[in-house]
């Protein structure tokens, strides 16, 4: 099997994102990146508490970032991997701004599946939310074919070549090609791979300081099977305070089955 071969076996199904002035971006059970979020009646504001870059550390209400009606998802969803019914709400802590890598920022990002779209009210904003929520947009959505970075393509296929997988990936994607946010597929990475990070985090294992806590055999499993239990579920465009990098919500391929969206697990990576 030649290297581009072995890239086209890995590819995998995406729904492309981008941002959009609609019409319709305020209706209520729209799809759109900021604004305010629809919710059920009995929703209550997630809160995380964090250190934030001024070293004030206190609890606030998580930023909300998007939603999604599954509808709008449904014909992009090659592989009817998300629900076809209901809508998808993220939210992220934007102020402390957890990176993923310790097991005390479990809570800092979540996802919410409204099953019911007829119970759903538009949420005022927490009274103490800061000023970091944005104004309603659009989304744009494709369905296209994502392929992994080098780092996820090496731990598949150890012994092939950088230079042959760059060659092989511009022929396949384009070397111009622009990182952008979407649901599904392969991650773009910005710094390293985070399958196994995820799989060893989620597990309570602190990967500061290089994951010395982590014992070897913790460690050897993660490396070996976290690509085939995990999946990217959202990957998204994120700046604040001249910060710019992405969010990356992960979850098990078993939980997304079972829409078990109350366990992913985010990770920030930034240049």
Known sequence: MSIIEKLESLGKNSIQLEECFSEDRRDLGASRFGGNPDVPPDFVWPTYEGEDHKNVVKERPLSFLAQFAC???????????????????????????PWGYDPKDKGCARVYWFEDLSVL???????????????????????????PSW?????????????????????????????????????????????????????????????????????QRAEESA?????LLLQMEYGVWATYGFLYFYITKEDLAARRFDRIWLIFQCD
């Not at 538009?122 to 970091?132: G, L, Y």
């Open 71 to 97: 509808a709008d998802l449904a014909p992009f969803d090659k592989e009817h991997l998300l629900p076809d019914h209901g809508l998808l709400s993220f939210f992220y802590e934007s102020n402390s701004q």
């Open 151 to 219: 780092e996820d393509f090496s731990k598949v296929f150890p012994d092939e070549d950088g230079d042959a997988f760059d060659a092989a990936w511009e022929k396949l994607v384009g070397e111009d090609s622009e990182v952008n946010s979407r649901l599904l597929g392969w991650p773009d990475l910005i710094q390293h791979s985070m399958f196994a990070e995820c799989d060893m985090v989620a597990q309570g294992y602190n990967l500061g300081n290089g994951g010395g806590e982590v014992p070897k055999e913790v460690r």
């Open 227 to 231: 690509h085939d239990r995990w999946t």
């Open 121 to 147: 009210s538009t949420a005022d904003f927490p009274a103490d939310m800061e000023d970091d929520f944005s104004l309603p947009m659009g989304i744009k959505m494709e369905s296209t074919c994502s392929y």
